[in-house]
């Protein structure tokens, strides 16, 4: 039986339909209905037909989201897409497609990915980390999402910037109501916002990182802080979860050089005398997130 998997963003949703050796047979995308959840649904569900008929077989469905299935209600909570929350999602794709539906947070998604046949294949235990617009993570143990009892395991981005200097107290306020959060100083924004405030110039995170390629000092001052922050944020992480594998995603995993300077400047946070943990770079790019909602029935059915 095949793999479906659904990327249901807050601007478009996609479709892949894996074979069960990961080839890709077939691939959809529709913008998404905002605001409007029946037609959401129903953008589902007509996905699942057409890259069925594409693939010309049936195959198992799984859906990764923005936020998290609450496991009291069984109602989506937490996706910036707002009209999905409080929504019986599953149950409403289950009972238009007659067949039972997985469904997880798109971080344990891209991190499902790179943990089956991407970045960290053959890695026991995962921590997948996005670095965009926002920061989140994911864990997968053994091939395995790490559910959790509130779901929200691997979700670091609004824990504090733990070892803080004198000048990161409280910290840039953050949406959530806290401030310091890792996300506000990890996220692309926060990166921008950090240079902002030291430099006084308006950059973008992308024109940061080529400055500073190019020997621009205050460009290079604000990258190697991201450097140092990102390492004492999964510095942190190794010391809880202790993974084989970090595997990076989002815009600022494109940043070649976090690969070789991060783990050098984690090594005196971990909490022990050598650090076998890897830091990786994604290898689905974007596709990490729909691949892994298709894997999200990747274990005991596999057939
Ligand atoms: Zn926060």
């Known amino acids: 039986m095949i793999r479906l998997g659904i990327d249901l963003g807050g601007t478009k949703i996609e479709a892949v339909a894996l074979d069960t050796a990961g080839r890709e047979l077939a691939r959809r995308r529709v913008a998404t209905p905002r605001g409007d959840y029946a037609g959401t649904l129903r953008a589902i569900v007509d996905l699942v037909v057409v890259i069925e008929r ?3 077989t049936g195959g198992t469905v799984g859906i990764g989201t923005p936020g998290a299935v609450s496991a009291r209600t069984g109602r989506m909570k937490n996706c910036n897409s ?5 929504q019986p999602l599953r149950e409403d794709v289950e ?5 039972p539906v997985r469904i997880a947070n798109d971080a344990n998604c891209f991190t499902l990915a790179e943990s089956v046949d991407g970045a960290a294949r053959g890695a026991r235990i995962v921590f997948g ?4 617009t926002g920061v989140g993570g994911g864990v997968v143990v053994d091939g395995r999402v790490l559910e959790g009892a509130n779901a929200i395991a691997g979700e670091w981005g609004h824990n504090p910037m733990p070892w803080p200097r004198d000048d990161e107290r409280p910290g840039p306020a953050c949406y959530c109501g806290r401030a310091g959060c890792i996300e506000t100083m990890l ?3 926060g990166l921008a916002a950090d240079h902002r405030r030291t430099t006084g110039e308006v950059l973008s995170a992308e024109a940061i990182v080529a400055r500073a390629a190019a020997g621009d000092a205050g460009s290079e001052a604000t990258l190697a802080r991201y450097e140092e922050r990102l390492a ?7 010391n809880v979860v202790d993974p084989d594998v970090i595997v990076l995603g ?4 494109n940043i070649a050089r976090l690969y070789a300077n991060v783990p050098r400047l984690w090594t005196p946070y971990v909490f022990s005398d050598e650090v076998a943990t890897r830091l990786s770079r994604n290898a689905h790019g974007d596709s990490g997130g729909v691949r892994g909602a298709a894997w999200l029935w990747n274990t005991e059915e596999r057939d």
């Open 232 to 238: 004492r944020a999964l510095a942190h992480v190794i």
């Open 54 to 56: 594409d693939a010309g």
């Open 129 to 132: 980390v996005i670095l965009g």
């Open 187 to 189: 996220s692309g924004p």
């Open 82 to 86: 707002t009209w999905l929350n409080g």
């Open 95 to 99: 009972a238009a497609l007659g067949r």
């Open 250 to 253: 989002g815009g600022l995993s």
